[in-house]
């Protein structure tokens, strides 16, 4: 599957998120990570949203469904 250049998500930064994160960047993708913990590890190259943050129903942040033109419930 060719992601370069695509947006990918990645939703936790254990192990297999650190992972998941640093091949989507190498072969080329926009990559943003979320994780809960504010301390979870970086991957370099990626943009973080690290740390608690305002949920806007069915687990979803309230940005990422704004952003996605979803009304808030």
Do not use: E, F, N, W
Request: net charge positive; charged share 20%; proline share 8%.
């Amino acid at each position: 599957m060719d992601v370069a250049g695509k947006k990918v998500l990645v939703v936790g930064m254990a192990r297999s998120g650190v992972a998941a994160a640093t091949l989507a960047h190498r072969v080329g993708a926009v990559v943003t990570c979320v994780d809960l913990r504010p301390d979870a590890p970086r991957v370099p190259g990626t943009t973080a949203q690290y740390g608690p943050h305002d949920r806007g129903g069915a687990g979803c942040p309230r940005p990422a469904k704004s952003r996605a033109g979803i009304a808030r419930s």
